[in-house]
């Protein structure tokens, strides 16, 4: 839970000898705290006149995390079969009733926060505002506990508890269905319950007497002093009399922190030579004086501790992986530490803690989104494998902010720290840095102010966890942004919101570094080895865009013999008659294989744009041509075509594989074949912000696509390029072809195979032609989100 490790005090010998209140035993996990438990139980069991809304704080070390760990051992109905209930004081146990909510803020934004009360409670909302509304509008009340709310966000530097408390707490105390206990750092707890009726709302500050509980205090420190339950025998530890006066000295001393008396005991335990219990006028007051204390007694200079420690105080995450301790302590200390390190864990002993964690460790080439079944071991692969690793970490976030107190130039060893992090990338390869400097080298950045300046490379862009990364980023002035920066940071919510693999996350930057201009930055992400699904070919920001659709211009006789329409940005030239002879033609012309296939093969491959009327370079739809066979159809068929009647919408011709536009009629614009499509091997699916392109023969998604705002409009050419449009604009996308896969002749007639995997029904066939063959896509169906939302939760 994040508060001090003290040993429970659970030895029944010890509970007869020092009961709780009024001769009760005290709870076996935080020893008495009976006055909070008390009104705990009160606000638990709604009993009248207890506040609807609880806010626990107190000064770091207070014990408030451990409290509140204890008060849910007697809310949970399977916990509590294992204490003795009929021990304990009966007005510090709530009836047994279901087990409130306790969603977890470590390490998570305000809105992650909130999404995760919102699945929690199986909430229908459709945008993170919703989330707290739809709560309030519950017929029955809800009861949530927010512990270590000091611990959220996925950097420290951007000062996540403050906005957690602002955007959620407040919101939630502020419903009156919601029965809400928290625990929040002083400076925060009373903007909490500062807008609720008198007596809705409570703050419990555990330095206050009454609720500090002096006896409890030392009950704890004199059952972490017992033999009988660990501690090693020594005088004052095995004679009753001489471990009780030891207790009550250290909690007097440690004057109501938790934390404090709980490192004097340890320090004391470690070192036990030497220690005088007589003369305890030199015990610590606080925690940075414990940190010195322990150094002395030790015969080493507190600097030398801090220096040790610094580099554990100043990480990100869940800790600091121990193979980087040594190189980062000598980078804070700007000499080196080796032998410090080598030889310092009785020093550093009672204030670390090694911790083994299941950590992500990327595959050196993430596959793209080609799967047959979303969740099967082939997209597993593709995404993180995982392993064991340790990190190191203190023993309390108290600690850290005491050693970061005392380091003379905190941003200068966040840069140093960084610069060493930067460094151990070998040969610059994200792929294959150390998951920590991967993901937390952001958040180093910022702390030393130089942020900026690191985010020039897609590579990193990429590879980093995209949820701290765009954590460090919004921290930064925008003004202060590149323009890279700026691309990442409008298109991290994708990001966030899929929690793609490497190389999804590199194909949707890839895409928005063509649409911002940013061409050599999208280049840099194709030369990495991930192999990503699609070459952005171009984007066009236009306003109001209302459909799309591929075709082709024919063109000009190689002899130039006829003229045909002219590109708007220069080139090829040919004859519009020439043209629409072609075009009319089409369907009754005598001519042999041969001449048409030379007309095939000097066609011109166009995207034809349903854009507002007045749009540079389009040509106005003649009333009724609109999505008409052989004209300006789209790929989301009549519907666009409406739009286009009643809107007063023209058509803008752009060239399909390259930039420029095209000055022709729309009316030449041929339409790829029924047969065409069919027999294509890319088919394309496609809901309200997410679309994807099927392998046909495979049943595979080759390519997946999402939006932050709805398309407007999508279409793929039988040769693999990918049209689609929003009211923003229009960009193409070259999927490639795949390989082909012999199939066994069908028994029967050919034309079964493709009706044997019809498109989604939702999915509107163009004007023109029906829409492709595709497999179906039970998991996500057309006109719904696509897929996970991620832990960003970003859901409208």
Not at 91 to 97: A, E, G, N, R
Not at 444 to 464: C, I, R, S, V, W
Not at 735 to 763: N, R
């Amino acid at each position: 839970m994040g508060d001090e490790e003290f040993m429970n005090a659970s030895d029944d010998a010890s509970n007869e000898e020092h009961g709780g209140a009024v001769g009760y035993a005290p709870h076996p996990h935080i020893g008495d705290r009976t006055a909070v438990l008390r009104a705990l139980a009160a606000w638990r069991m709604q009993w009248p006149g207890a506040p609807r809304v609880v806010v626990l704080t107190g000064s770091p070390g207070s014990g408030r995390s451990r409290l509140v760990t204890g008060f849910l051992m007697l809310c949970d109905p399977e916990y509590r079969k294992q204490l003795p209930l009929d021990d304990l004081d009966p007005t510090i146990v709530p009836p047994d009733l279901p087990a409130p909510a306790v969603p977890d803020p470590r390490g998570l934004t305000a809105d992650q926060f909130l999404w995760t009360i919102a699945d929690h409670y199986g909430l229908g909302a459709a945008r993170t505002s919703d989330i707290v509304p739809e709560l309030a509008a519950a017929t029955d009340p809800v009861t949530i506990v927010v512990p270590d709310v000091d611990r959220a966000g996925p950097v420290r530097a951007t000062e996540e508890p403050a906005r957690l408390v602002r955007d959620v707490l407040k919101p939630l105390a502020a419903a009156g269905t919601v029965q809400l206990l928290a625990d929040v750092p002083r400076e925060l707890a009373a903007e909490v319950i500062e807008s609720l009726p008198a007596g809705q709302g409570q703050v419990i500050d555990l330095d206050e007497p009454r609720w500090a509980d002096p006896a409890g205090l030392v009950l704890q420190v004199e059952t972490s002093l017992d033999p009988r339950l660990g501690a090693p025998a020594l005088p004052y530890t095995e004679d009753p009399g001489a471990r009780r006066a030891l207790a009550e000295a250290v909690a007097e001393r440690a004057d109501g922190s938790r934390l404090t008396a709980q490192l004097a005991v340890q320090c004391i335990l470690m070192r036990p030579e030497g220690f005088d219990p007589a003369d305890t006028s030199g015990l610590p007051t606080n925690v940075g004086e414990v940190l010195d204390w322990h150094a002395q007694r030790l015969g080493a200079d507190p600097q030398t501790l801090r220096l040790m420690l610094a580099a554990p105080a100043l990480a990100e995450g869940e800790g600091l992986p121990i193979e980087l301790w040594g190189s980062l302590a000598n980078a804070v200390a700007g000499r080196d530490m080796s032998r410090e390190i080598a030889d310092g864990m009785l020093l550093a002993g009672p204030f670390v803690q090694p911790v083994e964690v299941q950590a992500p460790v990327q595959a050196p080439v993430q596959a793209s989104v080609q799967t047959p079944v979303q969740g099967s071991p082939t997209e597993q692969a593709g995404e993180e494998a995982t392993g064991s690793r340790t990190l190191l970490r203190l023993v309390h976030p108290a600690v850290a902010d005491a050693v970061r107190a005392g380091l003379a130039d905190v941003r200068g060893a966040q840069t140093r720290i960084a610069m060493a992090l930067l460094e151990a990338v070998p040969q610059q390869d994200w792929s294959r840095a150390d998951p920590y400097v991967r993901d937390h080298l952001a958040a180093h950045t910022l702390a030393a102010g130089l942020l900026p300046q690191l985010l020039t490379d897609p590579a990193l862009f990429a590879h980093a966890d995209p949820v701290t990364l765009r954590a460090a980023v919004e921290a930064v002035p925008y003004d202060t942004l590149g323009a890279p920066a700026r691309t990442y940071l409008r298109t991290a919510p994708l990001l966030t919101r899929s929690q793609a693999p490497v190389a999804m996350r590199a194909a949707l930057l890839e895409t928005a570094f063509v649409e911002d201009g940013l061409g050599p930055y999208a280049d840099a992400l194709h030369a990495l080895d991930l192999d990503l699904p699609w070459r952005t070919l171009w984007s066009v920001s236009l306003p109001g865009v209302t459909g799309v659709t591929v075709g082709s211009l024919p063109q000009a006789p190689a002899d130039g013999a006829a003229a045909g329409p002219g590109l708007a940005g220069g080139g090829q030239e040919s004859d519009a008659s020439s043209g629409a002879a072609s075009n009319s033609d089409a369907g009754s012309s005598d001519a042999g294989s041969s001449d048409a296939s030379a007309a095939a093969s000097a066609a011109l491959p166009v995207a034809v744009v349903l854009v507002p009327e007045g749009t540079p370079g389009s040509r106005a739809v003649p009333s009724g041509s609109a999505g008409t066979d052989g004209g300006a159809g789209t790929g989301d068929g009549a519907e666009a075509s409406d739009g286009a009647r009643a809107g007063g919408t023209a058509v803008l011709i752009h060239q399909l594989l390259g930039p420029g536009t095209v000055d022709a009629d729309p009316a030449l614009v041929l339409r790829p074949s029924e047969d065409a499509r069919a027999a294509a091997p890319l088919a394309l699916s496609r809901g309200a912000d997410y679309l994807r392109v099927w392998d046909r023969q495979r049943r595979t998604v080759v390519a997946a696509l999402i939006s932050d705002t709805p398309f407007t409009g999508a279409d793929l050419s039988p040769e693999g390029v990918l049209v689609v449009a929003t009211a923003r604009g229009v960009k193409a996308l070259r999927i490639p072809l795949p390989e082909p896969v012999p199939l066994p002749e069908p028994p029967g007639d050919t034309a079964a195979t493709d009706a044997s995997v019809p498109a989604p029904a939702s999915i509107p066939a163009p004007a023109s032609a029906p829409a492709p063959a595709a497999p179906s896509d039970p998991d996500h169906p057309a006109d719904t989100p696509a897929g996970p939302h991620g832990r960003e939760g970003d859901r409208s």
